[in-house]
């Protein structure tokens, strides 16, 4: 059987898009989004789903690993992110003192928080939140998770859909070892790669001059200093188009001769949602 890990615990925001991805997989939890790239690299049948970021709050901080590892990303997935108050059986309202979540959750509910005067409590992700609630059994707590979590911990959702923005996307990864990538054909592509550049004067600028020589559309273009430096930075960056297309391959040719590092990541089909 498929094996696919995700960073936190069965509930997550992230075992949902699991389910979704690969619904026939053994889906197992990892502590840390380090221990899910170590699991995938060490395992090349296996494959790893992470949020690379959310609309509403930016990256959610796995450049570090992406480029340690460097996996091979086989395809994109967004998922609707709807946030849900979750406490004990019977509990209102007006009884909780406390919430807990993600960090990025209660940011993203500060509205309803705000105006219920409760006060927040950072945990390491939303559904080892909601786990916490069903074990305390105190119904002054509450935590901010998805359904899944409360199916999961035996809670009851008291008020849906709490965060302050609809329509919330995260946008997860779904990466290995295994170097593959889809035949170039009628479709709409994502090529992502890093690099890293020579260290002389303008660097940057001369380096991307080949994609807008060539018409080629760069969606996404981060840049993150090396472990220990901040001197020396690589980027993160994704283009429209397959890598076979002859306008991304002469557009990544030119920026090869500005680069010290170069490597590609991965080849696959934009998610539909992109459309929309």
């Not at 990256?59 to 946030?83: A, C, D, M, P, T």
């Not at 928080?113 to 305390?136: F, P």
């Not at 302050?164 to 992502?192: A, C, H, V």
């Amino acid at each position: 059987m498929e094996k696919i890990y995700f960073q936190g615990t069965f509930g997550a925001y992230s075992h949902l898009a699991a389910l979704s991805v690969a619904p026939k997989a053994k889906i197992i939890p990892c502590k840390t989004f380090d221990e899910c790239f170590l699991k995938a690299f060490e395992d090349s049948s296996s494959r790893i789903i992470i949020p690379e970021s959310n609309r509403i709050t930016g990256n959610i901080g796995i450049e570090y690993l992406v480029f340690k590892y460097r996996l091979n990303i086989y395809s994109e997935y967004f998922q609707k992110i709807e946030h849900n108050l979750l406490v004990i059986p019977g509990t209102k309202i007006s009884d909780i003192k406390n919430i807990y979540s993600h960090s990025q959750a209660l940011s993203q509910c500060s509205n309803f928080i705000k105006s219920n005067n409760l006060i927040e409590h950072v945990r390491a992700d939303t559904a080892g939140s909601a786990e916490m609630i069903s074990r305390i059994k105190d119904n002054k707590n509450a935590a901010i998770a998805s359904t899944l979590s409360a199916k999961t911990y035996g809670l009851e959702i008291i008020k849906k859909n709490i965060e302050n923005e609809k329509g919330n996307l995260t946008r997860f990864l779904i990466m290995g070892k295994n170097i593959f990538q889809p035949e170039y054909g009628d479709k709409k592509y994502i090529t992502s790669f890093l690099f890293k550049l020579k260290s002389k004067p303008a660097a940057l600028y001369q380096s991307l001059g080949g994609f807008a020589i060539n018409g080629v559309n760069l969606t996404k273009l981060q840049s993150y200093p090396e472990k220990n430096s901040f001197e020396s930075y690589f980027f993160l960056c994704d283009l429209d188009g397959h890598i076979e297309d002859v306008k991304v391959k002469k557009s990544l040719e030119e920026l090869g001769l500005h680069c010290q590092d170069f490597h590609v990541l991965g080849v696959f089909e934009a998610d539909k949602i992109r459309e929309k």
